[in-house]
């Protein structure tokens, strides 16, 4: 099924400039970019996109974090995109990561975890419409996804 996810490049992806790494392997795996901005987070939207994290012990240090310098946030689609970009990224703890993915090949600790993606298709809606309007977000069509599309009829 075609779908729609939200990935956001931490703090720590642009300090370390991982943001080209990172797109490019969202790219590489045939993934279309249909929104992005390099951006300041303020604290509002910060406790806003990790609402359901209010409460936990961490969640003052990844808000802190989150609003310490740029991010970049992005929609992404394709196949099965919001279980595909996660599987790409790796879990959260980098030490249970899959060698090859973002977390497990860049990454070697929670908080500094380089990326952020959506966790489930409902939880994409509602991350894509937080950060992004609709306006923002570009439809277009790539030879490829034609042949997708009629692969998924
Ligand atoms: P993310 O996918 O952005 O969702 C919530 C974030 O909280 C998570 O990635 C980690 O960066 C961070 N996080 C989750 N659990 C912990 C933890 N136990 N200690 C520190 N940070 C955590």
Not at 76 to 90: D, H, I, K, M, T
Request: negative net charge.
């Amino acid at each position: 099924m075609l779908e729609r996810t939200f990935l956001l490049i931490k703090p720590d992806g642009v300090q370390r400039g991982l943001v080209g790494e990172i797109i490019s392997r969202i790219e590489k795996k045939g993934f279309k970019l249909v929104a992005m901005k390099l951006m300041q987070m303020q604290r509002e939207l910060a406790e806003e996109h990790y609402a359901v994290h209010r409460g936990k012990d961490f969640y003052p240090e990844l808000v802190d974090f989150i609003t310490s310098g740029p991010v970049v946030a992005m929609v992404v689609e394709g196949f099965e995109a919001v279980r595909q970009v996660r599987s790409l990224v790796g879990a959260t703890f980098p030490a249970d990561a899959d060698a090859g993915s973002i977390r497990g090949s860049m990454a070697a600790e929670a908080r500094f975890n380089l990326v952020h993606a959506s966790d489930a298709p409902e939880t994409a809606i509602r991350e894509i419409a937080t950060f992004f309007s609709e306006e923002e977000i570009i439809s277009y069509s790539r030879d490829i996804d034609r042949w997708l599309s009629s692969a998924s009829e």
